[in-house]
């Protein structure tokens, strides 16, 4: 089983911008950490990280073709991206929606996301172990 995690913009920040909003722990600990547990349940996992809207929409696409599922942390796109939305969608692949802080805990705006509809299930609010509990809930949706 091929998992993609997939980690959208200002993700590559993790562990410098606001780690009392993001936690401490950088980008690659967290990587670290889903292909340790992977491995422990019986998956492959692939991390991704981009910037850019159009790239995180071509990862999708691809994973079409080799991922089981994806768990996803769109950051800000999840209030703004139609695009997005449509690409999971499209893909017909299970994704996990995740986020590292409490977005109802936070600025209005971030308490509408375009993209959760269309998703299996949304894990927020449990820093790094968000990614931890939508890797474990992907894989159970999976394997039934």
Not at 4 to 13: D, K, Q, W
Not at 36 to 47: I, K, N
Not at 65 to 80: E, I, K, L, Q, R
Not at 105 to 124: D, N, P, Q
Request: a negative charge.
């Amino acid at each position: 089983m091929k998992i993609l995690v997939l980690h959208g913009p200002n993700l590559n920040l993790l562990g410098t911008r606001e780690p009392d909003v993001y936690g401490s722990m950088t980008l690659n600990d967290i990587n670290e950490k889903m292909v340790a547990l992977g491995r422990e349940l019986g998956a492959e996992v692939t991390c991704l990280q981009s910037n850019h809207e159009g790239a995180l929409i071509d990862a999708l696409h691809d994973a079409r073709a080799w991922a089981a599922g994806v768990v996803f942390n769109p950051g800000g796109y999840t209030h703004t991206s139609v695009a997005l939305r449509d690409a999971v969608s499209a893909i017909q692949t299970p994704v996990v929606e995740v986020h590292l802080s409490n977005v109802y805990a936070r600025e209005e705006f971030r308490h509408t996301s375009l993209i959760s509809a269309v998703c299996k299930g949304r894990v927020t609010g449990f820093g790094w172990r968000s990614y931890e509990l939508g890797l474990r809930g992907l894989i159970d949706i999976i394997r039934t």
